[in-house]
């Protein structure tokens, strides 16, 4: 076997061509690609839906190399109490049989000098708890399922596994594709794992390729047919080369899901399932999502094999504890004013980078002219954005030159920056998951955040969730939400002409007319329980946001 660098010099791709191409690629030896028909003919389909299963012969075929770990002798002399001590420490759950024991210390990986070097020049002081026990799993070769929540730095716990899995296998030859796939649901995270993978895959050559929709589709083939070994890809995109041949997927031996609750949340799965029938069985599969739905469960056993799972922090649906979260019951027609005087608090803040969500791309777009009126200084980004445009804005959002973002969903879970401060839900997404990932855009890498959230009649289907959430990050709760609460409850019971919220089009009608309000304002400050008109508080030193 060649353990030599894994890459192809001047090798030269020729992607298939107009009458069906490599219908998905020879599989290596003994292999046999499922792929794609004519690509002329696809008009009118839906993506995926002329791909047939690949089928491979593995008794022909190269043996994949998967385990690379050696436990360093600190880890074989703890204890199995010590090792249940720390684990409970993490806050973490394993199961699954013949599982790793955690490291302490990234020296106790005993990672590669590629990867120890790139560490100790990255200056991370310590494994998250998530990397502290994906990685030994990881590089022993097992499948895994990996559940924590956003910003708990699951990115790193996948790809040095993957590059190391990739310096250890055979170099590829002219039409291999990608020996590493990593899906995400949006180009924006897409762009955040490419950019870890530079990091750490730089000194070795270890290429790498992104691949999304809404870029030009010529520069991301070039670069995979000029030997990437890693293709960072969305479901669409990656789909769409792949059933019309220009993408083989016969060498892909690593495979990983990243927040795979979130792409079948957006309806990816049937692209997610017809991508993985393009790959050999005997793969390595690292799955990771935030929350753990029968979906995901489903995904998980159909294509991974003997899996751990992995669980930092409770199984129950639950937000970053470090994000005081303020909840403000209002009107629809209170929410621009109160807006403004919001943001115009929190633009006197010296840490003042803020992301404001809204349900609709028009209402993004009708907001961030609000505030540039009123001389904020806010840019947007939503899926009608060109990628030219959404880099620009998201460029300008990071070094502070525009520091509030206006967005929809896209930018939800797919937006990594460090140094937001405040999230603020115009208005409430459709369930408590988008939330709290919603949410979760502030309070990264052990940093603290406020959150504040206007909240209606016309969610109040929502408002028992919200409660859930907000009761288990030990948050104050406004008595105009539990009020919601129980007029929910009594919805349920009631039925009949009873309406509950904005017109008053027959029966009993609540939040119609401004004197039925139960909202208009409220001063909520988190933890000490405190209400007054129009004001929001926060705890301890934090400023009265007005």
Partial sequence: ????????????????????????????????????????????????????????????????????????????????????????????????????????????????????????????????????????????????VGIAQTGSGKTLAYVLPAIVHIFNQAPQQRGDGPIALILAPTRELAQQIQAVCNDFGRSISVKNVCVFGGAPKGFQLRDIERGAQICIATPGRLIDFVESGKVSLRRCTFLILDEADRMLDMGFEPQIRKII????????????????????????????????????????????????????????????????????????????????????????????????????????????????????????????????????????????????????????????????HRIGRTARSNNTGTAYTFFTFGNMKQAKDLVDVLTEANQTINPKLMHLVEMSKSFGRGGGNRRWGGRNTGGRSFGGQRNNSYGGGGRFESRDNKYSNNKFEGNGTRKTFV
């Fill in 1 to 144: 076997m060649n353990r030599g660098r894994p890459f192809n010099r001047g090798n030269d791709f020729r992607g298939g061509n107009r009458n069906g191409g490599f219908s998905g690629g020879r599989g290596g030896r003994g292999g046999f690609g499922g792929g794609g028909s004519n690509y002329n003919s696809m008009k009118g389909r839906q993506p995926g839906e002329g791909m047939r299963k690949a089928t491979y012969d593995l008794g022909t075929m190269d043996t994949i190399q998967k385990n690379f770990y050696n436990e360093h002798p600190n880890i074989s002399n703890r204890s199995e109490g010590e090792i249940e001590a720390y684990r409970n420490s993490l806050e973490m759950t394993v199961r699954g049989n013949n599982v790793s024991r955690p490291i302490a210390d990234f020296y106790e990986g005993n990672f590669p000098p590629y990867i120890a070097n790139a560490l100790q020049e990255q200056k991370f002081e310590k494994p998250t708890p998530i990397q502290s026990q994906v990685w030994p799993i990881s590089m022993s070769g097992r499948d895994l």
């Fill in 277 to 436: 029938e393009q790959i050999r069985p005997d793969r390595q599969t690292l799955m990771f999502s935030a929350t753990w739905p029968k979906e995901v469960q489903k995904l998980a056993e159909d294509f991974l094999n003997n899996y751990i799972q992995v669980n930092i922090g409770s199984m129950l649906l639950s937000a970053n504890h470090n994000i005081v979260q303020i909840v403000d019951v209002v009107e629809e027609t209170e929410k621009d004013d109160k807006l403004h005087k919001l943001i115009q608090e929190i633009m006197n803040e010296k840490e003042n980078k803020t992301i404001v969500f809204a349900e609709t791309k028009r209402r993004v777009d009708d907001l961030t002219r609000y505030m540039r009126r009123q001389g904020f200084p806010a840019m947007c980004i939503h899926g009608n954005k060109s990628q030219q445009e959404r880099d620009w804005v998201l460029t300008e959002f990071r070094n502070g030159s525009s520091p509030i973002l206006v967005a929809t969903d896209v930018a939800a879970r797919g937006l990594d920056v460090d140094d937001v401060k405040f999230v603020i839900n115009v208005d409430f997404p459709n369930c408590s998951e988008d939330y709290i």
